[in-house]
C-alpha cells in the first residue's frame, strides 16, 4: 500500500525551529519528486516548497513566504522526507502535508498526500 | 507568479444537482491545472489533473474542462459524499505551484 506519514509537529515559540519528517512506503521513493503544502485553520491549501530525485538533480524550490527559513531535505536510504522550519512565526501556523509529485506527459499533479501534522507557533 | 481565481467561493446545492466550478488563472497555463477534493479534517484528493484527465477511481460523473485561462469541474450530478471543498492547482510555471482559494460545496 501506498503510504505517507508526517510526524514532529507541535507547539513552538515565535522564532523558534522544529522538524517535520514524512516516512513514505510502498512506492520507489528514490525515483520521486515530494512536495509540503500547508493548510492553516479555516483557509486554503498553500504550497510551500518541493525536491526533486537526486536522479533529477535534486534541488529544492520554495514558496516566497518561506524561502531561507525552511528547508526541505531527503533521506533515500530511510524513505524519508524532511522540512525543517526554523525563524518560525505565528502565520506558519497549519498543518503541514507532505505529498508525492508525480507526473503523465509533465503534467504534475499530487495524488498521494499524507494525514498531515499539526504545527502551531505561539508564545 | 500565477494567480488562481475560483468561483465561486460558495456554493450550495441538493443531491441530484449539476453542478460547474469555475477556475480563472492570470495568465495562460495551457491545460496544466489539477482538481482536488478535500473533506474537513481529510487531506485533498486528486480528482482531476491536465484539466481534464480523470484520476484512476474517481467517479466518472466528476469532469473537468477547458484551456489557456479558464478551466471547469462538473458534477452530473450530486451525491452525498460530494460535499466538500474543491481545489484547482496550476503546475505550468513553478515555483510556486499556486493552488485557488477553494469552492465549498454545501447541501441546500
Known amino acids: 500500500e501506498v503510504q505517507l506519514v508526517e510526524s514532529g509537529g507541535g507547539l513552538v515559540k515565535p522564532g523558534g525551529s522544529l522538524r517535520l519528517s514524512c516516512a513514505a512506503s510502498g512506492f520507489s521513493f528514490s525515483n520521486a519528486w515530494m512536495s509540503w503544502v500547508r493548510q492553516a485553520p479555516g483557509r486554503g491549501l498553500e504550497w510551500v516548497g518541493r525536491?526533486?530525485?537526486?536522479?533529477?538533480?535534486?534541488?529544492?524550490d520554495y514558496a516566497a513566504p518561506v524561502k531561507g527559513r525552511f528547508t526541505i531535505s531527503r533521506d533515500d536510504s530511510k524513505n524519508t522526507l524532511y522540512l525543517q522550519m526554523n525563524s518560525l512565526k505565528t502565520e506558519d501556523t497549519a498543518v503541514y502535508y507532505c505529498s508525492w509529485i508525480e507526473a503523465a506527459d509533465y503534467h504534475y499533479y499530487m495524488d498521494v498526500w499524507g494525514k498531515g501534522t499539526t504545527v502551531t507557533v505561539s508564545s | 507568479d500565477i494567480q488562481m481565481t475560483q468561483s465561486p467561493s460558495s456554493l450550495s446545492a441538493s443531491v441530484g444537482d449539476r453542478v460547474t466550478i469555475t477556475c480563472r488563472a492570470s495568465?495562460?497555463?495551457?491545460?496544466?491545472l489539477n482538481w482536488y477534493q478535500q473533506k474537513p479534517g481529510k487531506a485533498p484528493k486528486l480528482l482531476i489533473y491536465?484539466?481534464?484527465s480523470l484520476q484512476s477511481g474517481v467517479p466518472s460523473r466528476f469532469s473537468g474542462s477547458g484551456s489557456g485561462t479558464d478551466f471547469t469541474l462538473t458534477i452530473s450530478s450530486l451525491q452525498p459524499e460530494d460535499f466538500a471543498t474543491y481545489y484547482c492547482?496550476?503546475?505550468?510555471?513553478?515555483?510556486?505551484?499556486?493552488f485557488g482559494q477553494g469552492t465549498k460545496l454545501e447541501i441546500k
Open positions: 491536465a484539466a481534464s
Open positions: 492547482q496550476q503546475s505550468y510555471s513553478t515555483p510556486p505551484s499556486t
Open positions: 495568465q495562460s497555463i495551457s491545460r496544466y
Open positions: 525536491i526533486k530525485s537526486k536522479t533529477d538533480g535534486g534541488t529544492t
